[in-house]
């Protein structure tokens, strides 16, 4: 709900690069984590006795509690953080999902049904042959810790989807967690996805998505996010309000709309999230006082040139006469005055495109499964 507040003010795509932040229902949403300590330990207890020896079981947990991340009030912001840190613990973000699927077909998985389950130890030599291919990628200055990333995402697999401690994961658990937290397009991962859950005509099954949302919607619950964006019967029905025939393209405008549907707002922000990591904006801080800022930037729409670094307006900071119900503009961009009306200028003489669509349109009959045709 709170995010659904939060993405309803989301400009039209001619204002790319800026989102208007709702305050509204800042009171809800702190969600309940009551439970926190007893849901995790009763998780990894349960769920990863066979996990690799080298890395502590808890130790991702217990690393992301470090983190603080529940002080973040907007819960969408808060589960894509902790999504974002376990994908970034794990290296994930390094393997991009075109070398995912490959890995998936080098594996056979391709062949397996999608309900045949596999035991840890053969996803484990899975997530070896993904780990050691991606340091063949990368330059020797480079290279992750294979054995460690092994163990931790090993460790969170089994926690998210083995709680009950069969000791195996259905190759569509296996195939949706990896190719959601992989790196990569969010395009890429959703045409992938739909390649798995739509028939020989190109039409998607609707029980094949509702299967596709209860094992993407573990993602949030393993970070304990499951009050805002656990599974429910109704999660299909919130995207797909009536049973037509859905295709690939539909499909793609559907998820990658905005504001996405509620159950799945938590993906592209982590995509985003992602994107601004590394964007400076030389602007000062009003609460904190730094003098430059790294990621989002959230400009006040009421108060002149109040504006807040990321880390203070997620916690709900606010000084002076701003409030942080005040409505807020997201940036994710930092241009200088001069870059500004350059822009504004090639805008009025037709310069900027407008009104793009998010995703370029695929061909809805012909398209094989990506797993096939698209390996690099
Ligand atoms: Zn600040
Ligand atoms: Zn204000």
Not at 24 to 36: D, K, P
């Amino acid at each position: 709900m709170a995010a659904r507040s939060l993405l309803r003010a989301a400009l039209p795509s001619s204002a790319a690069g800026s989102l208007l932040v709702m305050p509204s229902g800042a009171g809800r949403l702190f969600v309940s984590l009551c439970g926190y300590n007893r849901t995790s330990h009763r998780m990894i207890e349960e769920g990863s006795k066979r996990g690799k020896a080298m890395v502590e079981k808890r130790q991702l947990f217990m690393e992301m509690r470090a983190q603080n991340f529940d002080v973040i009030r907007l819960s969408t912001y808060r589960t894509a953080c902790k999504l974002r840190f376990v994908q970034k613990r794990c290296n994930l973000h390094l393997v991009d999902v075109w070398n995912m699927i490959e890995a998936f077909r080098d594996n056979g998985l391709n062949t397996l049904d999608h309900n045949a389950e596999i035991n840890v130890s053969r996803l484990e030599t899975i997530l070896s042959s993904i780990y050691y291919q991606l340091n063949k990628r990368l330059p020797t200055t480079h290279q992750i810790n294979v054995e460690q990333s092994i163990g931790l995402l090993l460790n969170f697999m089994v926690a998210t989807y083995d709680s009950e401690s069969h000791g195996k994961l259905t190759v569509f658990s296996m195939k949706a967690m990896l190719s959601t937290m992989c790196g990569g397009k969010i395009v890429d991962k959703l045409r992938y996805i739909f390649s798995q859950i739509s028939d020989s005509n190109g039409v998607m099954m609707f029980a094949k998505f509702d299967q596709f949302l209860r094992e993407v919607l573990k993602l949030p619950t393993a970070v304990f996010e499951g009050p805002s964006f656990g599974y429910t019967e109704h999660s299909v029905r919130t995207c797909f309000p009536q049973q037509k025939k859905i295709m690939l393209n539909t499909f793609l405008d559907v998820l990658m709309a905005d504001p996405p549907p509620q159950c799945l707002v938590w993906l592209p922000l982590m995509h985003r999230l992602a994107n601004v990591e590394n964007v400076f904006h030389p602007v000062e801080c009003s609460y904190c006082r730094s003098e430059s800022m790294m990621g989002f930037r959230y400009r006040c729409q009421q108060c002149h040139g109040y504006q807040l670094c990321q880390s203070c307006f997620w916690r709900g900071h606010a000084n002076g006469p701003h409030s942080n119900q005040h409505q807020m503009k997201e940036h994710s961009s930092w241009k200088s005055p001069a870059k500004k009306l350059s822009h504004a200028i090639s805008k009025s003489l037709g310069c900027v495109p407008i009104g793009e669509p998010p995703h370029p349109v695929f061909p809805e009959q012909a398209e094989r499964p990506p797993e096939l045709t698209h390996t690099v």
